[in-house]
């Protein structure tokens, strides 16, 4: 019997806006983009210009630092821009769909390639670049061997897509991409599940299974290294994201690349919350447009579209594009506007992660948050509170404090090989010194990688 790992820590925000859980199919036509920008570490060379024709899975550029690792197309058309931005830095490549998703060819017969065949496939086709590895969360070297995989097979984040009715039906899929990854490494596959929900990942063969059962952080893939194997210093293991295991499986069954991936829609300002399939990339009014758009909005209010959750998301605006691994498109109010006495007022309608509000008298009120910071940064203020949101054994605060002095031998002692920026997104949403703790941790993460 597989074990369940319970966690206590934590917490969960719920929102209003979930997604009902109903598909619509959004068509292959339009503009789709792939945005160096997405690629924690990446600087791109460009191998296209406008005009060129590619199929899906055409290189469009390459990591200079890296050369061997693509970022493909996930549409067959012709390339339609290349926008920069200050200092001519590439922010995206823009395809234009033709509609026949005509795609590359790549060696995909399992059984008869080699590991290094493998990783070779996985390069060319650009599906590389959904492996993420830890420590640091940046794109793994192909020549470093991981300890593990680890897959987690939900999210616990707010609004988030709910796993298990979007990988309906990817089950061969998803069986394909286990059998891929136990090929890449001489360790174990694991796969975090959510305790008492059916997946149909609970029937894949080939990887050792785990159940977590508590709030959010507890989809956290981080998380769940931690309480299974953790990593030390030395050690490196590899994380892909589900439905990205999924589109592996997809490449080494059919032999085409075929981006499609299935995102929620959701958030407060969504007319009617969905779920779209779609190509990975699309754009992001297209995909919102499908969904059913956003809610008319009054004289003077905006709203705020992110990519990805609330705690981690990117800003983006309508006419930018989903990134590559989107899961979840969020609109929420922006936080625009200033509130008279606002500290002073009762605040039923404001979510507190501790006591400052008579709101935590309803545990499962759903609230309509905007993203006002409701104050300034100011000096760190010891309260413990990030020690309750963690379920990790791990001080958030010394190792922010380590990470602003550059301590590195503190930074490792503390723990800096185990966490990325979205196992502390929750400290900094409760933060009371409203302090950009995900940049921090990011920037100390970067230093280790030029200073080590």
Known sequence: ?????????????????AAEKTVVEMP?????AVCPTDYEGCTPKILVKAGDVVKAG???????????????????????????GEKRKVLSVVVEADGKQESETFATDLAALSREELIKTLLDSGLWSLFLQRPYGVIPSSAVAPRAIFISAFDSAPLAADMA?????????LQKGIEVLSKLTDGKVYVGLKSGVKSVCEDLQGAEKFYFDGPHPAGNVGVQIHHIAPVSAGEVVWTVNVQDLAIIGRLFRTGALDMTRTIAVTGSQ??????????AGAGIN??????????????GESVRLIDGNVLTGTKRSA??????????????????????????????????????????????????????????????????LYEKLLPMDIYPMYLLKAILAQDFDKMIGLGIYEVVEEDLALCEFADPSKTEIQTILR??????IKEM
């Open 443 to 448: 920037d100390g993460i970067n230093l280790m």
């Open 28 to 32: 292959v036509k339009g503009l789709f």
């Open 1 to 17: 019997m597989s074990k369940v790992i319970k966690l206590k820590k934590g917490l969960d925000i719920k929102l209003v806006g």
């Open 319 to 384: 006419d930018d594009y989903c990134s590559v691994k989107c899961n979840q498109i969020t609109a929420i109010p922006e936080g625009d506007k200033y509130e008279f006495l606002g500290w002073a007022m009762p605040r039923l309608n404001k979510f507190s992660a501790s006591h400052s509000y008579f709101s935590w008298l309803c545990p499962k009120k759903e609230y309509d948050l905007d993203t006002n910071l409701n104050g300034g940064v100011r000096a760190y203020v010891v309260t413990g």
């Open 270 to 279: 969504i007319e009617k919350p969905k779920y779209v399939k779609c190509v």
């Open 165 to 173: 009715f979007v990988l309906e039906g990817e089950k061969d899929n």
């Open 58 to 84: 055409s290189p469009l550029f390459f990591d200079k630092n890296r050369p061997e690792v693509m970022f493909c197309s996930p549409v067959s058309g012709v390339v339609n821009a290349i926008n920069r």
């Open 286 to 299: 297209a995909v919102v447009a499908a969904a059913g758009g956003l809610k008319a909005q009054k004289e």
